[in-house]
């Protein structure tokens, strides 16, 4: 696995688990017991807490990382393995 396609992979892991991980723990203002504070959306989180959910997201994704590399390059799981994939031949 070169540098550049590791990099790629562990970057689309990373925003794909920061987004599952956004809202969890949230609550609006009136959730909270607290006036929404005016110009914001009611909807708009009262502490997003978004320093705790960048380091959790970054543990997470380097974990989910490790187990794709492992993957990727001891061949745990070929294209072969996967059943609706079609078996090619190799070509002379």
């Known amino acids: 696995m070169s ?3 590791g990099a790629a992979i ?3 892991i990373w925003w794909t688990v920061l987004f599952a991980i956004l809202p969890i ?3 609006t203002s009136e959730e909270a017991g607290e006036a929404a504070m005016p110009g914001l959306a009611d909807s708009a989180p ?3 807490h978004l320093l705790m959910k960048v380091l959790g997201t970054t543990v997470v994704s ?3 990382f490790a ?3 492992v993957i990727v390059v001891h061949q745990v799981i070929t294209l072969d393995d ?3 994939f079609p ?3 190799k070509v002379q």
């Open 10 to 12: 562990y970057l689309v």
């Open 46 to 48: 009262h502490k997003p």
């Open 82 to 84: 996967i059943p609706f």
């Open 25 to 27: 723990g949230v609550r």
């Open 62 to 64: 380097t974990i989910i």
């Open 67 to 69: 187990i794709v590399y």
């Open 3 to 5: 540098f550049a396609f």
């Open 87 to 89: 078996n090619y031949e």
